[in-house]
Every structure is written in C-alpha cells, then in structure tokens.
C-alpha cells in the first residue's frame, strides 16, 4: 500500500481521522508508523496529499491530513476489452488500475464464452476492491469506471463514441507491423493533450467480421512482433507501451 486511500466524506472539517481496521494495521504493523511521521493519503476520486500521523494505538491510527487543491488528472486510456476467463479477469483488475485507465469496457466477441458473463468477477462488489487495491499500488485516486456489453456490434456503432472520446484508436493484432508507440505518437501529432483507446481481443483473436467493424471505426492495427500471448499478458504489455509513448 503506497498511499491510503479515504472514502468521500469520510475525513472531517478538521482534517483530523482515525484509521482503524486493515488500513491502521497496515501503517501499524507494515509500515511500523510513529507519531510525526508523514504517510501519503488520497480521496477517492478526489485529491491525494501528506498525513501527519498524531498518535498511534493498537488498532486505530490518528491522522491529521493536508490534501492538494485538485485531484489527479485521469488516466489518458481507455480500454476495450473481449471478456477473458473469470480468473484471468479476476488478476486483471488491480494491474489495469495500476497502471492507468480512465474506462475499462468489457465487451462479448465471438471467441468469447458465454457463460463468463455470469461470473460473480463482473460484480462492483468484487472488483471495486482490487480496483483500490492497483490504486493504492500506484498512488492515484482515479478509480476506473467499468462497463459491460454483451452485444459487440451495438456497442462499436451506437454507444462507444459516447463513452470514450480518444482521438487515437488501437486494436492488438498480432499479424500488424505497426507497433504501438509508433501509432500513439503519430496519431497525437499536432494533439499532444488527446486520449487513446486501446482494444484488446479475447484468447484466439478478434475475428474477420469484428476486425472489419473496428476498422470501420477509426481503429489503426498495432502488434507486438511474432510472439502469441495471452490475452492478459498482451494487455498489460500494450498498456504499458501506450502509456511510455504519452509520457
């Protein structure tokens, strides 16, 4: 936990709060906090700052916090996803939090199992901690705003331009020469301050027909050289080369 992340409207007037549970265990036994010590806090969705930590118990931390004017920009990402395997989705939530998407869209493909859309993994009550728990590895306060789809043509023609307003749009081919850097950064040119998306299809691939509807719509094929990954592990990686290329 690199910064302790606060509920809306928990913190008081005085900017005094008294942590107990995992979050005071954590700077209790974790972080081994001593009064006068400073620790970094953050409001959900709001600013992030410096607490001062006044006295330490053995289950409650008292802190007195000086938070920022404004709150951190959002990340400059969006992400459009084919539903994977619940358990992969299960690891992917606290690392796409972590490294930065503003929107995480979750939408069916044909290589996608139906069944997967039942899955408790695609409950708030699931994912929402392991969104604050890549937040917290990372430092922000962005929580992603998720949405799910199950009808991809509806969703490329009628409800993403609403959703995401990137100027520059990528899908993962593993058969493109273009690499994702590249793409990012010619397609910002002269619109050094747009947003990306990024989509990345389920395990075998998007097919011919979805690729066709993406195209369409404005997406530029990027790859990542000869090698197939998993739909997981090409993600991340993606995300990481996009976010390099905006920095």
């Not at 010590?37 to 969705?45: A, C, F, I, K």
């Not at 010619?186 to 947003?195: D, F, P």
Request: aromatic residues 4%; glycine residues 8%.
């Amino acid at each position: 936990m690199n910064i302790v992340l606060l509920e809306p409207g928990e913190l008081g007037a005085d900017r005094h709060l008294r942590l107990a549970g995992p979050r005071a265990a954590h700077l209790v036994n974790v972080l081994d906090v001593k009064p006068g010590q400073t620790v970094r806090v953050g409001v959900l969705e709001g600013p992030r700052g410096l607490a001062t930590v006044e006295s330490v118990g053995a289950t409650s931390v008292l802190l007195r916090c000086d938070l920022e004017a404004e709150p951190p920009a959002r990340p400059r990402v969006d992400l459009l996803l084919a539903l994977p395997r619940p358990k992969v989705m299960r690891r992917l939530w606290a690392q796409l939090a972590a490294l930065g998407v503003s929107r995480i869209v979750l939408t069916n493909a044909a290589r996608v199992e139906r069944p997967y859309f039942d899955t408790h993994v695609l409950a708030p009550e699931c994912y929402t901690p392991l969104l604050i728990e890549g937040l917290q590895q990372a430092r922000d306060t962005r929580l992603p705003q998720v949405s799910i789809h199950r009808q991809f043509k509806v969703l490329v023609e009628d409800e993403l331009d609403a959703m995401s307003d990137a100027v520059v749009r990528l899908v993962a081919d593993p058969g493109a020469d273009a690499r994702a850097g590249e793409a990012v950064r010619s397609g910002l040119e002269g619109n050094s301050g747009a947003r990306v998306l990024l989509a990345v299809g389920p395990e075998g691939g998007w097919n011919a027909f979805e690729l066709r509807l993406l195209d369409a719509h404005g997406f530029r094929h990027i790859g990542m050289g000869p090698r197939t990954l998993r739909t997981d592990t090409a993600c991340l990686a993606l995300l990481a080369l996009v976010h390099d290329a905006l920095a």
